[in-house]
């Protein structure tokens, strides 16, 4: 039981004991009316910049989508075109198809082998081999997108990548990864995954580390061994954690960019293009700046209902302690 | 000790250390202000003759004495080089059009061919009232650069640049490989036939760790040069009227002056062209066989270690790989250069850049006064002396630019044009970037499927080229 005051009633006694030096003059009129200045003054660049560097753009990207406007004429209001037009615009269908599928794909494996990989390292593994393995999955995060995506055009070469040169090793014939629509999806996910499950990873092991080892006891008492244990205990106890894992998972995923851009340019064909590219394509390579805020709202919304619906069911899936 | 440092330490409040804090984050923002207002960019703010070129800060860098040499003949004049760093032209582009929106352009671009009509048509001063007002001063430019090149720069009646350098795609061919295949230098006229039985012979000689033929999937050297030696391409060809003050004032006498316009347009998509078709046909038998890869996306610059350690035999480039293959330690007879093979014509690719005035530089006479320098002798030498590029003036394109590097017949590069007049520029019309992103989009798919998978690629490449060219017209 813990003998420490809580912090409250520890303010509360300085506030009230005059002379000591952490009292505060909060409890007159003038002393609330200058903190409320202060803390308005520190909140300032925070608000300031999540106006002009997030709400701005967000506001003027939805107005944009009812014009029509390629940076050097003056824009032009057309109402609902841009709407109905990317609508009908089959690259742009095929692109958010492709996100969709990509979504599912790439994140259930990044979430799987976050999980699987998390246990595993949780369990029965010296600290120091546990902080290796905790830095090395987490380590692709922080390395730029592109510069990776990069490197694995050479490695996924069809005639001098290093990977073909492996498969030659036992025998088998050349893959044309990048050049094939299903072997560039699949170099697009699997780079997107290697990338990526680092983050879920680190999430795991902070929701592992947070459960009672009591809980795990009275169910060993109860009669529960490894397997059951898991499915039982760790992963209800865990649902808080792969909540927020798979909520930040799908909508990182949702806005795959990078790593199809650079490996494949969204081909061959509009095998690989997802719902950004074209937002990209649509605004930097053909001036199409009032389309590209289309799409990016259409985008914004699917982005909005998934999520909300992931929490919507999470009322039934998630078990707090 | 420690008491004393916690002493101290305890008597820094946590408000005192959150406004130092902010103090810290005011300062920092003073001091980068002019990165953070884009005042330090170069010719912001003064009156800078501001020049944007794609490249890194070592490319502004090497334009400097060029700079020298303009600013003793034009001392009032200050010129200020910003070089853009972009993955390919298009990426340049985009930059530049931001800049614009921005309310920042620079008052002069380098532009090449692919972005030379986005330019025109919509951001680019014309250079006729200049050249009309400087015509004895030009003769001698003209004399020396093909009127292809110029012709490339002509939109609608008007010139727009002034070509400084270019390159058309010749085929490249190792000679180790040639060598070993029983192979010799193929003649000025072989075709395509004979282009891919040299890949099987050289396939049968070396049939694993190299490729016959490498190339990649992008508007220059891509598809594009086939289509053109198979007398088509993936876009209508046409010319708009105009362009005769140009044409009779400097190449009144060179022989194809008949064949001269006020510029190329690209209006109609071509991709259901029969002879589409087959070329597209061609170059799947070669993926099919095993003689060409599948197209990749992406520049030629990554290719030359592969090129220069001999695992490619052929593949299309222009003069600009010289300078890189012997960087890469190829000696001037480990390689060679042929035309791109015939097929129904001989007709070439290829693309040029040079420098655009805007239509909102400051001073557009200062603009023309640095093109006009920089299409002199004496700064072209400056700005190419190594063969990284083919310079627009053919008398640049001599032994000494070569010497020690090869290759043995750098006479190909400029004989492109000079052999072949009807050379023609990349198809690039204003909607360029969307057009390219519908070509390369499906050309992967035409070239690495069966039959069908070819027609359903060039019936997406129509419908996709139908929906870029009717965009921004």
Same mark, same amino acid.
């Given at each position: 039981m813990s003998t420490t005051t809580p912090r409250r009633e520890r303010a509360n006694q300085r506030a009230n004991t005059p002379g000591t030096p952490g009292a505060q003059p909060g409890h007159t009129a003038s002393g609330r009316h200058s903190q409320r200045w202060l803390a308005w003054i520190f909140l300032a660049p925070t608000i300031l910049g999540m106006g002009l560097f997030t709400l701005v753009p967000i506001v003027a990207s939805v107005v944009l989508a009812f014009f029509r406007w390629d940076i050097i004429s003056a824009p032009t209001f057309v109402g609902f075109d841009n709407f109905a037009e990317v609508v009908q615009d089959p690259t742009v269908r095929v692109s958010f198809l492709n996100t969709i599928v990509f979504v599912i794909v790439a994140v259930s494996l990044q979430l799987g082998l976050a999980l699987a990989l998390a246990v595993m390292v949780q369990e029965k593994m010296p600290a120091w081999l546990r902080a290796f393995f905790r830095s090395a999955f987490f380590f692709?995060?922080?390395?730029s997108a592109a510069s990776v995506s990069i490197f694995m055009r050479y490695l996924f070469n069809e005639q001098f990548g290093v990977v073909n040169w492996f498969l030659s090793l036992a025998g088998i014939p050349a893959v044309p990864w990048l050049t094939t629509p299903g072997g560039s999806a699949a170099v697009v996910i699997l780079v997107y995954v290697w990338q990526n499950f680092g983050f879920s990873f680190l999430l795991f092991i902070g929701g592992l580390a947070s459960i009672p080892a009591e809980t795990y006891e009275a169910a060993s008492l109860d009669g529960a061994t490894g397997w059951r244990k898991h499915v039982y205990v760790t992963l209800p106890l865990l649902s808080p954690t792969t909540l927020l894992a798979s909520v930040m998972a799908i909508i990182s995923a949702l806005q795959v960019f990078d790593q199809p851009y650079v490996l494949t340019r969204g081909g061959p064909g509009d095998s690989t293009r997802t719902a950004v590219m074209v937002i990209f394509e649509s605004a930097f390579q053909r001036l199409e700046f009032g389309q590209a805020s289309a799409i990016g709202v259409i985008l914004t919304l699917i982005i909005m209902a998934i999520t909300a619906a992931q929490f919507r069911l999470s009322k039934r899936f998630v078990f707090y302690q | 000790m420690t008491g004393a440092t916690n002493g101290r330490l305890r008597e820094i409040s946590r408000r005192t250390a959150l406004g130092a804090l902010g103090a810290g984050i005011l300062g920092a923002t003073v001091a980068s202000w002019p990165r953070l207002s884009g005042s330090d960019i170069p010719g912001r703010g003064d009156n800078s003759l501001s020049i944007a070129i794609m490249g890194t800060a070592a490319d502004a860098a090497a334009r400097q004495r060029a700079i020298d040499a303009f600013t003793r003949l034009h001392p009032d004049i200050r010129v200020k080089v910003q070089a853009i760093q972009a993955v390919d032209w298009k990426d340049f582009f985009t930059k530049i059009l931001t800049m614009v929106a921005a309310g920042t352009p620079p008052d002069v671009v380098y532009v090449a061919t692919e972005g030379a009509q986005l330019f025109a048509d919509k951001l680019a001063h014309p250079l006729d009232e200049y050249l009309r007002r400087d015509a004895a001063d030009m003769a001698e430019f003209f004399d020396d650069v093909h009127p292809s090149l110029v012709e490339a720069f002509m939109y609608k009646g008007s010139l727009f640049q002034l070509p400084m350098d270019w390159n058309a795609a010749n085929m490249y061919y190792n000679t180790t490989a040639f060598s070993q295949a029983g192979l010799e230098r193929p003649a000025d006229d072989w075709t395509h036939l004979d282009f891919r039985s040299n890949l099987a012979a050289m396939r049968k000689a070396r049939p694993s760790d190299f490729t016959p033929y490498y190339w990649t999937n992008r508007l220059f050297g891509g598809v594009v040069p086939w289509l053109y030696a198979n007398d088509t391409s993936f876009l209508k060809e046409t010319r708009s009227t105009g362009g005769d003050w140009l044409w009779d004032s400097f190449y009144a006498k060179d022989p194809s002056r008949s064949l001269r316009s006020g510029g190329y347009q690209w209006?109609? =998509?071509?991709?259901?062209?029969p002879r589409v078709f087959e070329t597209f046909d061609y170059l799947r038998g070669l993926v099919k066989d095993g003689l060409g890869v599948r197209p990749e996306e992406g520049g030629g610059s990554s290719l030359v270690g592969l090129f220069a350690s001999n695992r490619i035999g052929t593949t299309p480039a222009g003069g600009y790989w010289v300078q890189g293959l012997h960087e890469a330690g190829m000696k001037e007879n480990d390689y060679d250069v042929a035309f791109f093979p015939k097929w129904r014509s001989q007709r070439h690719q290829f693309g040029t850049a040079g420098y655009a005035i805007m239509?909102?530089?400051?001073d557009k006479d200062a603009a023309w006064e640095w093109i006009k320098f920089s299409a002199s002798r004496e700064a072209m030498e400056l700005i190419f002396p190594n063969p990284i590029t083919t310079p627009a003036r053919r008398s640049m394109v001599n032994e000494a630019l070569y010497a020690?590097?090869?290759?043995?017949?750098?006479?190909v590069f400029y004989d492109t044009l000079d052999k072949? =007049?009807?050379?023609?520029?990349?198809?690039?019309?204003?909607q360029q970037a969307a057009v390219e992103t519908a070509l390369m989009k499906n050309v992967s798919l035409a070239v690495s499927g069966d039959e069908r998978q070819l027609k359903q690629a060039l019936e997406s490449m129509q419908r996709d080229l139908e929906l870029a060219l009717r965009r921004q017209s």
């Open positions: 692709p995060l922080i390395l | 209006l109609e =998509p071509n991709a259901d062209d239509k909102t530089a400051k020690g590097k090869g290759p043995a017949h750098w006479k072949y =007049p009807t050379t023609g520029p990349i198809p690039a019309p204003p």
